[in-house]
């Protein structure tokens, strides 16, 4: 199958970005309309030349109108003075269904902006013949159009019910109410339209071949999977009829990495609820069926309907208790609705893939732009599905002749990349071709690709390096001396690519070991001090307290802030004088940082406690010499001693978890 022609791209202007600036092609060509439209600026905005091109046809169409008799009206709307709108339109019975402003809005187009108004637009609804609700402005908007922009439920649903047409007419770019509550996300206001269609309109034919492929597109912008799943299952050729419709629907979930679990950065307990919360029987599951005919049917089925022993009882259980924890704990209730959403997006996906008997000229036009958008964004789910119903996707190239894998390790995706260990010995030779400038993945890998996911100058370098060895141990040896067009072989491209992160990662080494290092010099010359300077009276150099609990807790605390801080500000000290080559930063660097962060942090814990001791001691001693330690005394001690601790140590946190991982998690997980 030859690919078609794709129409290009268009800049969207009017008040809602609802008029695309290609979609009118018959523009006046007299001298009198082009003086009146463009002023004869040749240097005019093309937005604002089309906004008055529209406004001269709707003028030759309904004629030049006076405006002026609705000043008053007009003022009354912009103040949000209902009462007197209401007056107003009892005075002048015309401005119910006239054009009241130079764009030829009805009072009912700019009513249904505001949900307040609503009382005055359901007394305009019932006054006014159904016909006249029909009125459109200068982009062929109607009041319906404009409620279902707006979000406008309750408005758009009373007049949808009054004349169910309106549903159909569509504006200059050829939204129609539907297109236009899914562009902006307004499901509620989309499920309203819908009853009403489905109840009112025999003939639903409207929701068939591009219109309902571009409202599930719209759906799918919206992060509405849901939505378009139930509109899957309503209609089931949806979205399905051509090759154009599946390849645009899956283009679109491609662009959607955070709609998908791998585009998730949950932190680690986060990511624990996610894994525990189960999302099943709450999704649309497709179910596929090739008819001996050859035609396509594409069914929908509950997971409910398909096992009525997990029905509608269990299934509202779970939504109660999920309301409930969620009122208590309102992070679960996120998470699980992040993860009903990830897996309505994994079925749009799977749904769009299947029931189709994959050939290459079919895939090369419907799944090879989506499958290398998906993996240059690392999206898992995308590729993985794709790969499924036509495991060849990996001889699809861009234009810079990369394929899917090497997509991946060019951005980093090493979710994506890892698909490759689940695929036979046969298909991990594509990553073996050479790409662009006579560069194999090896090539890619080695190139310097910034993250946001991750902080810190040498964690990034870190990574890098863990990146590159983990596709050099995948790859054909011979691979390792390939030259580039620049004669260069993969480790002098990484080399080379590397130069001013090493060194900013040298710099960021620095900084950090100094500023720790100014702590631990602190601490050892605090606890040295302590340790001549004995708390209570000496006899001949034997302290006092020498038989009492606490001096011996004292002691130990002391010698050990001592001894952690000595050996923290030794690792530093390692840490500032390395040769900081590219292999240090992969072990031998982030290991004597988080070994130095943890001593220092101990350093400091032991540290408090030898002064809270003394302190007691000084505090609570008596006649004897001994020590009777008071609650008074101890738990204010206790508590303000502690609070440097704790927030030393959550301060330092995220550096020691993300020092932790980044050194003992392996680049890739299979």
Not at 268 to 291: C, G, H, M, Q
Not at 361 to 380: F, N
Not at 568 to 595: C, G, H, M, N, Q
Request: proline share 4%.
């Amino acid at each position: 199958m030859a690919e078609q022609q794709e129409s290009p791209q268009t800049r969207l202007v009017g008040r809602f970005r609802n008029i695309s600036v290609e979609d009118e092609l018959d523009e006046p060509e007299t001298e009198e309309s082009l003086s009146l439209t463009y002023d004869n600026d040749k240097d005019q905005n093309n937005a604002e030349v089309l906004i008055r091109c529209l406004m001269v046809k709707k003028t030759e169409a309904d004629g030049i109108l006076e405006f002026s008799r609705y000043t008053q009206l007009c003022k009354s709307i912009c103040r949000g003075d209902w009462k007197e709108v209401k007056k107003e339109l009892d005075r002048e019975p015309s401005a119910l269904t006239s054009p009241i402003s130079e764009f030829y809005e009805t009072v009912l187009h700019i009513l249904v902006n505001s949900k307040k108004a609503l009382w005055l637009v359901r007394e305009i609804v019932d006054r006014i013949d159904p016909d006249l609700l029909g009125k459109t402005d200068y982009q062929r908007d109607t009041p319906l159009s404009i409620a279902a922009y707006v979000g406008n439920a309750k408005a758009a649903k009373m007049m949808a019910e009054k004349k169910p047409d309106l549903l159909l007419i569509q504006n200059y770019s050829g939204d129609s109410p539907f297109h236009a509550a899914a562009r902006f996300g307004h499901e509620e206001t989309f499920r309203c339209l819908l009853t009403v269609f489905r109840a009112r309109m025999h003939d639903q034919s409207f929701l068939s071949g591009d219109n309902g492929a571009m409202i599930i597109q719209y759906l799918i912008s919206a992060n509405l999977f849901g939505l378009a799943l139930d509109l899957l299952k309503w209609y089931p050729t949806l979205g399905r009829e051509t090759l154009k419709q599946r390849k645009r629907i899956l283009m679109e979930l491609a662009k959607k990495p955070l709609g998908f679990e791998t585009g998730c950065n949950f932190g680690l307990w986060d990511r624990l609820i996610y894994k525990a919360i189960s999302v099943e029987n709450e999704v649309t599951v497709p179910f596929f069926e090739t008819e001996n005919d050859g035609s396509l049917r594409v069914d929908i089925i509950d997971r409910d309907k398909e096992n009525p022993s997990n029905g509608d009882f269990f299934a509202e259980c779970k939504r109660k208790a999920y309301f409930i924890i969620g009122s208590v704990f309102p992070s679960i209730a996120e998470i699980h609705k992040i993860k009903l959403m990830n897996e309505q997006a994994r079925q749009l996906v799977k749904t769009m893939c299947f029931g189709v008997l994959w050939t290459f000229p079919k895939a090369s036009y419907a799944l090879k732009q989506p499958v290398l958008k998906a993996a240059s964004l690392g999206i898992r789910e995308i590729v993985k599905e794709i790969l499924k119903v036509y495991p060849a996707s990996t001889m699809f190239y861009d234009d810079n002749n990369y394929n899917i894998f090497q997509l991946a390790v060019l951005h980093r995706r090493e979710k994506v990349f890892s698909l490759i260990y689940k695929m036979g010995l046969s298909q991990k030779w594509v990553a073996s071709y050479p790409c662009k400038d006579d560069e194999n993945i090896l090539h890619l890998a080695g190139k310097y690709i910034p993250s946001r996911h991750i902080n810190g100058a040498a964690l990034q370098m870190q990574w890098e390096i863990q990146w590159f060895k983990a596709v050099e141990k995948f790859v054909h040896p011979l691979l390792l001396e390939e030259r580039n067009k620049g004669n260069k072989v993969p480790r002098e491209v990484f080399d080379d690519e590397h130069k001013k992160l090493v060194e900013d990662g040298e710099k960021w080494m620095r900084d950090t070991a100094s500023s720790c290092m100014v702590v631990d010099a602190l601490i050892i010359a605090m606890v040295f001090a302590a340790i001549i300077a004995v708390p209570g009276n000496n006899e001949k150099g034997i302290p006092n307290f020498r038989h009492q609990t606490l001096f011996e807790v004292f002691v130990i605390s002391d010698a050990a802030a001592l001894f952690s801080s000595s050996f923290s500000l030794l690792l530093f000290v390692r840490i500032l004088t390395s040769r900081y080559a590219e292999e240090d930063f992969l072990k031998a660097l982030p290991k004597r940082l988080l070994l130095g962060l943890v001593t220092l942090i101990f350093s400091i814990a032991t540290m408090l406690v030898a002064s809270s001791s003394a302190l007691i001691m000084l505090n609570d001693a008596v006649p004897g010499p001994k020590v009777i330690v008071r609650k008074s005394t101890i738990i204010p001690v206790t508590v303000l001693s502690g609070l440097p601790v704790i927030f030393f140590v959550w301060s330092q946190s995220s550096l020691l978890i993300d020092v932790f991982i980044s050194t003992y998690r392996p680049a890739i997980r299979y």
